[in-house]
C-alpha cells in the first residue's frame, strides 16, 4: 500500500477497495503514514465524499482502534443520544437521569463546547467539584450505581477519532457529513449501547441551516448505526432560536434542575421527551411514542429523575445541594437588564446569542481557552412573545460590565421586535428512523 496513490485516488474521485483504506488507516495508527499525508487524504475525502463502502471502513476502523464496552444481556439496556449542537441545548443533563429513572442504562460520554454550541461538559463542570474525566472501569461502576454516567471521551474509545479530528479541526474539514457521521456513530457504538437517537438541529442557530443536508446527515447516520445493530433514529429539531431560556453553563445547569423537577420551559421539556421517548420505545419498553412521552412526563412531574440526577452529582464528585440551592452554583457579579427596544413580537436569533455567550466567556475562542461557567444570558420572555417597549427580556450575566455593555451590544443585533407574530413553526420538525 503506498499512502501517495491512495490519497491520489481519491483525490481524483477514484473508489478505494475495503483492503486499501483499511490498509492506509491502520498504517496511520502506526506512524507509516504521515500527519501530513492524512490532512491530504482528509482533504480529498471531503471533497469527493466518502461512498457506503468506504464509509463503513472507515467506521469499523474508528471502533476497532479502540475499546468497545459490552454489558450483559440481562441487565437494563444501554441507550444514548446525540446532538449535532444547539445554543441552549441542555437536553442531555435531563434525558440521562431521566432514563435511568425508567429503567434505562445511559452511558452518555459528551463533549465541549464547538464554534458557537454549548457543550454538555461545559455544562457539568459548573456544578462544582464534578468530575468528568473518569476512566472507563469508573464509568462502569458509576453506571451500575446510579443507572447513567456523564463522562467526557475517554483515551480507550475511539483514538483513532481523536487523532483525525484534531487533524480536521486544523484543516478546514469539520463540516463533512461522512466524516461527521463516522466520527460520531463510532463512539455511540464503542459505548456498546443498544438503541440511540440522533437530535438533529436545522436552523439558523444550527451547523447545518438546510432542512435537506440535514436530513441527509441523519439519513446517514442512522443507516451507520443500524448496520451495526444499534437500533437508531433521529429527530431534526428546529434550532432558530436557543432552546429554553437559559444560555450560559451555571444558567443551563439551574434550568436543567427546575425542568427535573417537573418545571422549566415548554420548549425544552417538549424536545427532551420526544427525544427521550424514542429512546424508551426503541428498547421495547413502551408501545408508542405518546405512551413513553406520558411515562416520562410523569417521571419529571414526580421528582424522581431529579433525585436521580443528584446521586449522579455525587458519585461524580460534585455537589449534590446544588439541586436544592442553586445559589451554590457559580454566580456572575455584575447583572444587565437588556429591555425591549420596540413593542410587538419577539424574534430571536440563535447563532447570534450564542456568539455573543461565547465573547461573553461561555464558549471558547481557541481550543485551549477556559469557559467562565458564570456568565450567560436569562430569557424572561422567549422568540414568539408578545412584548412591550421597555420591559426587561434578557438579564445579562457578565464577569464585568465592560463584557456587560459588549454583550448588550450584541443582543441588539440577535433580537427584533416585530410589527407582526411569525408564523409558529413545530419544534420537531420530522423524524427519520
Ligand atoms: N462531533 C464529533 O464528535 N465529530 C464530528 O466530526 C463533529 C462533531
Not at 461502576?141 to 483514538?159: F, H, N, S, Y
Not at 441527509?216 to 433521529?234: C, H, I, K, P, Q
Request: net charge negative; with cysteine.
Amino acid at each position: 500500500m503506498l499512502p501517495t496513490r491512495i490519497i491520489e485516488r481519491k483525490r481524483d474521485g477514484g473508489r478505494l477497495s475495503s483492503d486499501e483504506l483499511e490498509a492506509f488507516l491502520r498504517a496511520y495508527l502506526q506512524g507509516d503514514v504521515a500527519e501530513y499525508q492524512m490532512s491530504a487524504f482528509l482533504m480529498a475525502a471531503f471533497i469527493r465524499g466518502l461512498d457506503p463502502a468506504e464509509l463503513s471502513v472507515l467506521l469499523r476502523e474508528i471502533i476497532d482502534s479502540g475499546a468497545r464496552l459490552r454489558f450483559e444481556d440481562d441487565g437494563p439496556p444501554a441507550v444514548d443520544k446525540h446532538s449535532t449542537g444547539g445554543v441552549g441545548d441542555k437536553v442531555s443533563l435531563i434525558l440521562a437521569p431521566l432514563l435511568a429513572e425508567a429503567g434505562l442504562r445511559v452511558p452518555m460520554m459528551s463533549g465541549r463546547g464547538l464554534g458557537h454550541t454549548g457543550g454538555t461538559l461545559d455544562k457539568l463542570e459548573a456544578i462544582p467539584g464534578f468530575d468528568v474525566s473518569v476512566d472507563l472501569a469508573r464509568f462502569r461502576v458509576i453506571l451500575d450505581e446510579v443507572g447513567c454516567a456523564m463522562i467526557g471521551q475517554t483515551k480507550e474509545i475511539a483514538p483513532l477519532d481523536g487523532r483525525l479530528y484534531a487533524l480536521r479541526d486544523v484543516t478546514g474539514t469539520v463540516p463533512s457529513p461522512p466524516l461527521i457521521a463516522a466520527s460520531i456513530v463510532s463512539k455511540k457504538v464503542a459505548e456498546g449501547i443498544e438503541a440511540l437517537v440522533l437530535d438533529v438541529k436545522c436552523g439558523r442557530g444550527a451547523f447545518i441551516t438546510d432542512l435537506e443536508q440535514a436530513r441527509g446527515l441523519a439519513r446517514t447516520m442512522v443507516d451507520l448505526a443500524v448496520a451495526e445493530g444499534v437500533r437508531t433514529s433521529a429527530l431534526l429539531t428546529a434550532m432558530n432560536a436557543p432552546l429554553g431560556r437559559t444560555v450560559g453553563n451555571a444558567l443551563e445547569v439551574r434550568e436543567a434542575i427546575e425542568t427535573l423537577r417537573g418545571g422549566g420551559p415548554a420548549d425544552l421539556r417538549e424536545v427532551t421527551l420526544a427525544l427521550s421517548a424514542e429512546l424508551l420505545v426503541s428498547v421495547g419498553r413502551a408501545p408508542g411514542a405518546e405512551e413513553a412521552a406520558a411515562e416520562l412526563g410523569a417521571i419529571l412531574d414526580g421528582g424522581a429523575a431529579l433525585e436521580r440526577f443528584v446521586r449522579l452529582i455525587e458519585v461524580q464528585g460534585g455537589d449534590p445541594k446544588v439541586a436544592d440551592d442553586p445559589g451554590r452554583l457559580p454566580t456572575a457579579p455584575v447583572r444587565e437588564s437588556f429591555r425591549a427596544p420596540g413593542s410587538g413580537w419577539l424574534d430571536v436569533h440563535a447563532r447570534r446569542v450564542g456568539v455573543a455567550s461565547v465573547e461573553l466567556g461561555a464558549g471558547r475562542r481557541r481550543v485551549e481557552d477556559a469557559v467562565d461557567p458564570r456568565v450567560g444570558f436569562e430569557f424572561h420572555r422567549l422568540a414568539g412573545d408578545r412584548v412591550s417597549e421597555g420591559e426587561p427580556l434578557v438579564t445579562v450575566h457578565a464577569a464585568d460590565t465592560a463584557s456587560a455593555a459588549t454583550a448588550a451590544h450584541r443582543l441588539a443585533n440577535a433580537i427584533r421586535v416585530s410589527p407582526e407574530p411569525a408564523a409558529p413553526q413545530p419544534l420537531i420538525l420530522e423524524r427519520i428512523a
